[in-house]
């Protein structure tokens, strides 16, 4: 396998790709990264239709789906096209197509792009399990030929574009008999419709893998690139996190997939999936996208171009498949992290000698969900007086265990004079380089803390050195100090983590086993969310990192607590409430996503773990909710199919019952318990 998925994993470079027009937009080549979203009416509806078209394209969205699922819906798109015009309206339009090609031949006569999902165009998808001969896999693959080469002869010679749409809950049986329901299934489904279209000279193509799961999605993506350089092909990418709800979580879960795969350079055009209002999505993508659309891009790209010939960054780990790193267990207090422990979460909250220990008492931090889900509290200490106050508070036993702390520069010179109980606290956060660096303090002042250090940091008590990027350089030289010392419970952490960065610093300590803190600090609460899903998120992908501490400029700990819980949940690293799989709605929804969403989880919502998924139709449903525990789904006008996994339990249930009945199912299945009061 090809371990080239992008210019580099440590510098952010943008792919190069060919450009594909759809009508006027460009995607891929030198063009930005393009917004598009979906409207949810029934396509046979001309004016619903046109207002939400007119209300996307005035918000942004470069492109704009619509689902075509009969002929009926397709001898409406000449009459959309009229009122488009009529109204001004130059946004190019997209046609969704599932298990109709000659809708597909219909619809590419009045829209600038067609879809084709490969799982289901001209194959079939029943769950069923065939032993294919390879002479008989070929002759499948000869049908599908047969099928799919009018639609491309005539998208080329109209000159339209098409999207090859992996889904990953949409393999066809022969997919997954022959490749399983795996990223590497994904990629081989979308290279068969390439290669048909590619014989029949036509490549205005884009390609997209999406899954609901982030872990997944990603594995595809970066799979899919590595077989394009190995095959020099070169098409534009499609980036969504498919179902993937709604509210913070939709939004953290389209961060992490689409942010972390922009970050490395991969993506040309990208929508957010949400349970909402379509018009809802474009600010997402916007928030998520700005960044690679802007100076910093170029900016980044000139950094690669120099540092590109430093041959000692290679590829270090799997990017197709999950592995954590691996690091030696190491005590805060009686808290365990590293080695096989979870990631743990750190809170901030903020501690000036203004702030006394009634105030603190008073605030609803040590309540909820704080004092049920916080593990480490984190205190920056910018003055003697909230030292001492927070000694205090530890002494009365007010402060829940462990403590980290950060003491500002000034006070952490004069670590040898402060008072003795701030080092019964059990971790402490301190750049071992301000001793290094400092004016008239060279190396004896460097050993004298580093033995301070070895004689503090054991009996549950920790130390994390956070390692500017400037220092990488002397990163060597640190871990041969503490091995040479012996100390024990120290880990690392690179202040402001950003993916790339991080990557880096990860690169050069792979030799030692120390843990390694992800942590950054944001200006605002939005800020976070989205740069802490990209970021954190992404390498927590990667299997780097051993505890999380997310900080805002004014501190709010039970936020920043769910934000992180939120993110640990989005990779499946730690599920502390119930998943929910649900799609955006569409032409093809049997009922009202949101308001059907909102009342199962307002009966749900406490049932920590499991995974419940609520969809639309049975285009993408039965597979796309492959991992999830119970699925929910449209079968029809006032009917639902309810799943154990994939297997149908109760057809055809009437939409009024078929919550209770779901929590029927769940119950029997011996995952329900009853929410607290």
Known sequence: MNPKYNESPFYYKRRTTREVKVGGVGIGGTNPIRIQSMITSNTRDTEASISQIGALEKAGSELVRLTVPSQADADNLPEIRKRMKELGLKVPLVADIHFTPQVALKCVEWVEKVRINPGNFADKKKFDIIEYTDREYEEELERIEEVFTPLVLRARELGVAMRIGTNHGSLSDRIMNRFGDTPQGMVESALEFIRIAERNNYKEIVVSMKASNPQVMVSAYRLLVSRFYELGMDYPLHLGVTEAGDGKDGRIKSAIGIGSLLEEGLGDTIRVSLTEEAIEEIP??????????????????????????????????????????????????????????????????????????????????????????????????????????????????????????????????????????????????????????????????FGEFLDFIRNYAKDGRSVEFPIEEKDFSKIDFLIKEIRKRKIQNVFFSTPHSQLTTVRRFSFLVKDSDFPIALSSKYDSKESALYDSSIHLGGLLLDGIGDLIR????????????????????????????????????????????????????????????????????????????????????????????????????????????????????????????????
């Open 550 to 677: 997310i900080r805002l400029e004014e501190p709010d700990p039970n936020a920043l607590i769910e934000l992180t819980y939120d993110i640990l949940q989005a990779t499946r690293l730690r599920l502390t409430k119930t998943e929910y799989i649900s799609c955006p709605s569409c032409g093809r929804t049997m009922f009202d996503l949101q308001s059907t969403t909102a009342v199962i989880k307002a009966k749900t919502g406490h049932l920590k773990g499991v995974k419940i998924a609520v969809m639309g139709c049975i285009v993408n449903g039965p597979g796309e909710m492959a991992d999830a525990d119970f699925g929910y789904v449209g079968a029809g006008v006032g009917k639902v199919h309810l799943y154990r996994g994939k297997e149908i339990v109760m057809k055809g249930v009437a939409e009024a019952e078929a919550a209770d009945k779901l929590i029927e199912l769940i119950k029997s299945n011996g995952m329900w318990v009853d929410p607290e009061n």
């Open 284 to 445: 997402a993508a916007k928030e998520i996208a700005k960044k690679y659309n802007s100076i910093w891009a170029k900016e980044q790209e000139a950094v690669f171009e120099k540092e590109k010939s430093k041959s000692y960054f290679t590829e270090f780990r799997d990017p197709y498949e999950y592995s954590r790193f691996y690091s030696r267990e190491t005590k805060t207090g009686e808290l365990e992290l590293g080695d096989k422990h979870p990631v743990r979460v750190e809170t901030e909250f903020s501690f000036t000698g203004q702030i006394v220990a009634e105030e603190i008492l008073k605030q609803n931090f040590l309540g909820n969900r704080s004092s049920k889900f916080n593990e480490i509290v984190f205190f920056q200490i910018r003055d003697e007086m909230a030292l001492t106050a927070l000694s205090s508070l530890k002494k009365l036993g007010k402060i829940p265990n462990p403590v980290s702390f950060q003491l500002t520069e000034d006070l952490t010179f004069q670590y040898e004079g402060l008072v003795e109980e701030i080092f019964a606290l059990q971790k402490w956060v301190v750049n071992p380089f301000l001793f290094d660096d400092s004016p008239g303090n060279e190396s004896d002042v």
